[in-house]
């Protein structure tokens, strides 16, 4: 290492050193020294001398549990307006929260409201819409004894849907020949699609699930090939429009085996 | 600010203090020890060991050659600063909440805590520097009328004693006399802390009732009120600027029921004259137990519940802040 003293009474540090990659490398810098003098306390600087006593090993290490550390950089922003700042800044996350409930569409089984069924203040005093969901159930059940029995066959055409198909111009012949292959009117029926369910939800659950409303067409609930477990959506078709309609009500933000049922339109709302 | 985290106790912290050159920093908590750190770069010094219960308070003359603790052992004990040797104890009745040297460090005050039958009272020992034995024999016990008090204060040129009450009533004593001069109605709760300005004339009281107020010494007159939305564990005036720091928080028994986020356990600063809050500043995970202004003004550091202290140096920023009016 090489000291030049320079006349303006800077120095100049040469220095011949090997770098990381192996290789003879100059490095020359150029210094100022600045003497800056300051003044301490002298009680303080004797006090910085202080040994170390109390718990601490013999080696004059602390013992483990002490330890100084640096924290992260904490932001104190002093402001004349923090306080207004602040109190902004609550109302808006108060003002997004609501806007999250609004969005999310939480639904109250028992008042319809914007809330969670276990907080609606009437789950005590007004009946549940489940209940109401019962009373629906009754009135297809009435026109199905009217017909002769619940179990009784109704021909197609006498279905409470098949004005609908009437109107779509078909021939109840064809109609006919369509429901015997099963798929033919697939695309015609009210379609809805229910997901969110569990893994052990069976055909036979949702049939009973959405029975109540109307009529079904059809009931397919996706499986999973290998395991035959449930895949956790299922589609219902009806035979008509309002049983769907009504159907997508109930059965939307319905409770269903611990989990909480999402029904929509299966072709994207029609 | 980068926090300097000084992890010397494992239980909550009940009281840190500055010396009055402000280079050292003493901290104590319920882990029965105290200990005793330089204050610019957070370095360890050493541990005064020796009581057998959770410590409540400490302070040190203005040489920085004793210290003196209080505990939940019924004992105060006296310490050379420098080798962390044990001078004097005092026993008492019940638990030391709080000690402090008179500004002339003639006198120390105790303020004890009202259990098993024994009355709470602020008892006053001189000191003698000349020697370690102290005397065992107070001077004068002053005993409160009403609630117990909960902390204690020398006034300006050690003429009275200040007390904060437990049912948040401030008592001004005539000490030699053993006279309450006058008495206040400060707080609607428990008083939590009480510190004075530096020439004593007057202080800041933190209280649970979610406020921190500033009284006139000589008059207990009130001056100035702070509005917070937490119960206060501690407040503290800065020397140089114009403000005020408050800590606390929920209970500690409450806290793990929320967020830290909602916990609010921030320093708040709030303007001295203006009443205003004027920032925050975070870190601790649970409510801050304590607060101390270094002397000199260019730092401050706080104690928390999670057993941490947290030594910050303010950036420059803080020292260019000014209030418009």
Known sequence: ?270 | MRPLLLQGHERPLTQIKYNRDGDLLMTVSKDKIANLWYSHNGEHIGCYVGHLGALWTVDCNKTSTLVITGAADNTARLWHAETGRMLHTWELPTAVKRVEFSHDDQYVLMVTEERMGHKSGIYVFAIDISRPEQSDEPIVILRASGAKPTVAAWSYLDKFIVSGHEDGSLSLYDWRNEEVVQTAKAHDSIITDMQMWKDGTYFITSSRDMTARLFETATLEPMKIYKTDAPLNTATMTPTQDLVILGGGQAASEVTTTSSRQGKFESRFFHKIFEDEVGRSRGHFGPINTLAVQPDGKGFASGGEDGLVRVHHFDPEYFKFKYDY
């Open chain 1, 1 to 270: 290492m090489e000291v030049i003293t320079n006349a303006d009474g800077t120095k100049t540090v040469i220095e011949n050193r090997l770098n990381e990659d192996g290789k003879r490398v100059r490095v020359t810098r150029k210094i100022q020294e600045k003497i800056v003098q300051e003044h301490v306390n002298r009680a303080v600087a004797e006090r910085k001398q202080w040994a170390k006593f109390g718990q601490l090993r013999s080696d004059g290490t602390a013992k483990s549990s002490v330890a100084t550390t640096i924290g992260e950089v904490v932001e104190l922003r002093l402001s004349q307006y923090a306080a207004q700042m602040k109190q902004q800044e609550l109302e808006a996350a108060e003002q997004e929260k609501a806007a999250a409930v609004k969005s999310s569409k939480i639904l109250c089984r028992v008042c319809r409201g914007e809330h969670f069924t276990a907080k609606c203040p009437y789950k005590d005093t007004m009946t549940s819409a489940e209940d109401i969901l019962g009373g629906g159930a009754a009135a297809p059940a009435a026109e199905e004894a009217k017909a002769g029995g619940p179990n009784a066959y109704v021909p197609p055409h006498m279905r409470a849907g098949a004005k609908a198909f009437g109107a779509g111009g078909r021939t109840a012949g064809s109609l006919g020949a369509g429901d015997a292959r099963g798929d033919g009117r697939r695309d015609e029926n009210p379609t809805i699609r229910i997901t969110n369910l569990s893994e052990d939800t069976l055909e036979a659950d949702v049939n009973q699930l959405c029975r109540p409303f109307g009529p079904l067409a059809r009931v397919f609930v996706a499986t999973d090939r290998s395991t035959g477990y449930c895949k956790g959506f299922a589609f219902v078709s009806y035979y008509d429009h309002e049983s769907a309609e009504k159907a997508i009500a109930k059965l939307n933000g319905h409770g269903f085996d611990n989990l909480i049922l999402s029904a929509d339109w299966a072709n994207g709302g029609k």
